[in-house]
Structures are given as C-alpha cells and as structure tokens.
C-alpha cells in the first residue's frame, strides 16, 4: 500500500508538527491561602486555650479568697491577670495578679479593697515574689473603723481636701467649747495616725498656742496624735505603710508579705497586743 503524502524531494524530509499542550497554570494564592487557613486554625485554638485559661485561673482566685479569706461566696470579685496565661501555667507561676472587690467587710470595717501580686506560683508553693494591698474608706466606712477608739469624736468625722476633720467638745468650768481640728492621716509602727494640723474655735482659726492659752489643759485633748492600731481588721500577713486622703476617701496601703498564699497563721487577723 502506497502512501498518499508525496514524495519528499532528494535530501529533504517531512516532518510533522504536532502543537504542544499548553502548561499547567499554577495558582500560588492557593498555597498561601491554605498557610493562613493553618495558623488562624492555630491561632484559634490558642485563643480557646488563653480563654479557658484565664477563665479557670479567675475561679480558683476567687475560690481561694472564699476559702481562706472569709470573703462571701456571692462577693463581686474582679480578677486581672496580665499577660499570656496559658504559658505562665505552663510556666508554673503567675507574673502578675490584681484582685479587687468594693464594699469587703474585713474585722468590721467595710471598705473598697485592691491587691496586687507579682510571681505567684499556681501550685501553692513558696511565697510570691512581692505584694502589696489597698483600702479606701469613704467617711462613713472610716467613722465605723474610728468609733472603735475611745475618746474620738467619730460622729462629727468628715473628709476634706486631704484632712480628716471632726469636732471636738472641750467642757471649761461647766461652759462646752467645740474645738474643729484638721488632722493630716499618716502611718507609723503599722497604726493609722491622724495628727492636728489647723484649729478652729468658733469661727476663728486659732494656733495650737492660742488654744492652750485660752482653755488651758483641756486643750492637749485637741493638740495630741490619734494613733489607731488597724492589725486588728486586716490579716496578720498585711502591715500599714503609707494613708493618704483624696477624692473623698482614705486609701491605706499595705505591705503583703508574699508568704500569706501558702501560711495559715498570716491569712488570720492579727493582733493590736
């Protein structure tokens, strides 16, 4: 059987051309796509994690306040944990820690409390690294703390710029003298001390000198320091250090020693003795 192409002439050569299929498009969208699919999958399960985290370490905060504390159960407690805490469970240890509640009843003083915390150990073991605590009083909570003290007018208390003041009767030769008296807040030895500065008889302001020229001894009831022991009130792991008046309240700051997560005698009350 012949073959229906012609003849090639001498010394040339058919050839047949036979079109390429085109190549493959690739899509590289498609490979960074699939990336970012992978890690927002790994991102959310490290959101779930942190959340769940942050959600069981809250509870057992404020399940150990109830406990150990004598906080009440229905207590409103905010807890504020900085940072990633899922690696600092990993970790072992809490960087940093804020718990604060308003209205805690604390030895019969009521008031708004703030405790902060750095290097806390999750398992309950050793001390945390530093502690410090807060309580603001406004001036019907501080009269509750200052009616304990004999001698002291609570009823007349008010808070005034960064002063206490009260109103102090002063009985001369059967007459009643009220003396008002500015006290500057302070702490010393661990004891909240308010001591005068400014006196008012009447309308006047006088000197601590006019005073005493005027009503003699009985003055140095007006004149002397107030000095209040708080230990009382407050667990044994916690020492005043510095009381400042503003914005109409009394904040009393605390030193904690770290120690007070994991010893018993320091989470009691302590002592005025």
Not at 27 to 36: K, L, N, S, V
Request: negative net charge.
């Amino acid at each position: 059987m012949k073959s229906s192409l012609p003849d090639a002439a001498p010394g040339y050569r058919w050839e047949l051309n036979v079109p390429e299929s085109a190549p493959r498009k690739r899509h590289p969208w498609r490979w960074i796509i699939g990336i970012i699919v992978i890690l927002l999958i790994a991102a959310g399960g490290l959101f779930v994690g942190e959340w769940l985290a942050r959600d069981v370490t809250t509870k057992t905060i404020k399940g150990a306040l109830v406990s150990q504390f004598d906080v009440p159960p229905d207590q409103e407690v905010d807890v504020q944990l900085q940072g990633l805490v899922l690696l600092q469970l990993m970790q072992g240890t809490l960087d940093d820690v804020t718990v604060s509640a308003d209205d805690v009843t604390l030895g019969g003083v009521t008031g708004d409390v703030s405790v902060h915390a750095t290097g806390v150990s999750v398992r309950g073991e050793g001390a945390a690294r530093s502690g410090t605590a807060s309580i603001a009083l406004d001036a019907t909570q501080l009269q509750g703390l200052l009616a304990t003290v004999q001698g002291f007018p609570a009823d007349s208390l008010g808070l005034d710029g960064t002063d206490v003041t009260v109103t102090l009767p002063l009985q001369v030769l059967g007459a009643s003298f009220p003396v008002g008296i500015a006290l500057e807040a302070g702490a010393a030895d661990g004891d909240l001390v308010l001591t005068p500065s400014s006196f008012r008889l009447g309308e006047a302001e006088v000197s601590a000198d006019a005073l005493r020229d005027r009503l003699g001894g009985v003055a140095d009831r007006a004149l002397g320091d107030w000095s209040v022991c708080v230990a009382q009130h407050v667990p044994a792991g916690m020492t005043l250090t510095d009381v400042t008046v503003r914005d109409d309240e009394l904040v009393a700051t605390f030193d904690v020693d770290g120690a007070i997560l994991e010893d018993p005698q320091l989470q009691q009350r302590g002592s005025c003795e």
